[in-house]
């Protein structure tokens, strides 16, 4: 499978010129600074948090570094009303849709201000409030649920459209050839957003599928795909944007391929080194999307040194605020464990509940002897 960026859809040339004969997207100042803005705050976030994972304070992170046109371009192409049914690498586009940073990061810490109460993982973000569905680390499930969700809000005349995001190894899980089958036969408002970051954990993308691209794979569903260079966050909004139209008229669903590369491991548990080759990484760090769109901000004049300076403080002491407060958090009440279950805690949850307590007061905090359960 091809892996040159040239070879797919733009609209920025690697310097961040317009290419010649390409349509560059109508968005206007303030959504293109947005949109920037959103790129440094996720890039900013993946680093804070990473130094935190490594300092032992949170317990797993899963960056974004190197994928913020892929995710924040395809993200703002969706609607407020719309609904997001996320992958690994999508957190940025939740807290570009709204999602508080206390909350994001709140999520990372798992204490008081996480809203999933501790139980999910690090880095498993949700908001009910942009509509940012919580994913699952199963690899594909969100990719049905996506489309229930699309194949109800059609029913119901909500012109609502959902994104399901994907990574390049997710092709290959069978919610995925489910998902496609059934989108296109029902013809579910849903765009299907694939992240292809070159790797699925150790497995390159020459190896993951025979098919000429993951723009290609559409076609066998019955829809159409297109493939887009993902460190181009003119075109993945372009392209994003034309198959959400597309499907918001009710012809049916499609498939937005987008090619990038995660300059880190899988997660912080992975050390990339182990099976990629040093000279590729460098040959995709030359092809930074953020610095590509910079470029282009600084030749239209809407992005200066001194406004560029000021964004970056702005964002680094926003994300230190966040941190602070939650380092300083307190951790969730253990009564969570049981709550939420049911409208009233049954007597068997707060018999467990209360045998908790008995042993904590009897032996001690796991937490003060560094997790080491006291038997």
Known sequence: MTTNPIDYKRVL?????????????????????????GMCETRMLDGK???????????????????????????AAFDAKDWIFPALREGGVAVYRGMPLLEYVGQMFLNIYDTSKGRQMNNHFQHAASNFVSWSSCIGTQLPHAVGAAHAARIKNENTVMCAYLGDGATSSPE????MTMAAVWKAPVVFVCIDNGWAISVPSSRQSAAPSYGSKAEAYGMPGVDVDGNDILAVYRETLNMIRRARAGEGPGLVALKSYRMLGHSSSDDPTKYRDAQEVEMWRRRDP??????????????????????????????????????????????????????????????????????????????????????
Do not use: C
């Open 176 to 179: 995925f050839h489910s998902a």
């Open 13 to 37: 040339d690697a310097d961040g010129a317009p290419v010649a004969g390409e349509t560059v997207p109508a968005i206007g100042r303030d959504l293109s600074l947005r949109m920037y803005r």
């Open 290 to 375: 953020i610095e590509r769109y910079r470029k282009y901000l600084l030749s239209l004049g809407w992005l200066d040194k001194i406004s560029d300076e000021k964004i970056q403080k702005e964002l680094e002491s926003e994300i230190d605020a966040a941190v602070e407060a939650n380092a300083n958090a307190p951790r969730l009440a253990l009564r969570a464990l049981v709550e939420d279950v049911y409208s009233s805690v049954t007597p068997h949850l707060r018999a467990q509940h209360d045998e908790l307590i008995r042993v904590l007061e009897q032996f001690g905090d796991p937490a003060a002897i560094e997790g080491r359960f006291p038997l």
């Open 49 to 75: 948090m990473l130094i935190l994972q490594r300092q032992g304070r949170i317990g797993f992170v899963g960056t974004a570094i190197g994928l913020e046109a892929a995710t924040i371009g395809s993200g």
